[in-house]
Structures are given as C-alpha cells and as structure tokens.
Nanobody, 126 residues
Framework: EVQLVESGGGLVQPGGSLRLSCAAS????????MSWVRQAPGKGLEWVSG????????DYATSVRGRFTISRNNAKNTLYLQMNSLKPEDTAVYYC???????????????????WGQGTQVTVSS
C-alpha cells in the first residue's frame, strides 16, 4: 500500500520557522520526484517546491523562494520542507506529492501525481 504521511505542521508566529516531514512507503521513493503542494483556505492548490529523485535539482514557487528549502533522504524514504520567515499568507494545508520518474512536473493538479499525502495544517498567526 502506498503511503505518504506528513508531519510537523502547527501554529507559528509570523517570522517563525517550521520543518515539515513526509514519510513514504509502498513505492520506490528513490526513483520518484517529489513535491510540496499547498492549499490556502478558500483557494486552489499551489505548487510550492519540487526535488528530483536524486535530490540534486530543486525549484520553488516565487512566493517561497529564499525562505523555504526542500530536501530528501532517500535512505530514510523521507521528504522535508524547511520553512523560515513564515508569513500569514503561508497558512495552508501542505501536501506531499510524488511522481514516478526522475523529474518533477511543477503541477498543481492532484490527478497529475502518482502519490498524494493526507496533508498537514500550517497556520501562521500572531
């Protein structure tokens, strides 16, 4: 059974930091490109960041570039998102998503992903 289990969300003040984790199982994690996708209240899905299967190539949405860092540990089948300098507009449910193959698509359409997690809530508020 394929599973992506996110953790690390919570309530944080503006300017604070959080580290999200995504534990993967049931598929070959090291052969899959991974992304973080978020959905703010009342809005559609937004692709946040992607990393290729080997971890050597990453990219970010303009809204988070310079503040967020995506990484992965293929030995532990885990994806991470370090989020610094958080803003209220970063409030959203964050989803871990995977695509079979080396490269990420940067898509915000859920049905274009092969694997999708249940999400973790991040709330940035004072």
């Amino acid at each position: 059974e394929v599973q992506l289990v996110e953790s690390g969300g919570g309530l944080v003040q503006p300017g604070g930091s959080l580290r999200l984790s995504c534990a993967a199982s049931g598929f070959i994690f090291s052969s899959s490109a991974m992304s973080w996708v978020r959905q703010a209240p009342g809005k559609g899905l937004e692709w946040v960041s992607g990393i290729n299967s080997g971890g050597g190539s990453t990219d970010y949405a303009t809204s988070v570039r310079g503040r967020f860092t995506i990484s992965r540990n293929n030995a532990k089948n885990t994806l991470y998102l370090q989020m610094n300098s958080l803003k209220p507009e970063d409030t959203a449910v964050y989803y871990c998503a995977g695509e079979a193959g080396e490269y990420y698509s940067g898509s915000y359409f859920q049905n274009e992903y092969d694997y999708w997690g249940q999400g973790t809530q991040v709330t940035v508020s004072s």
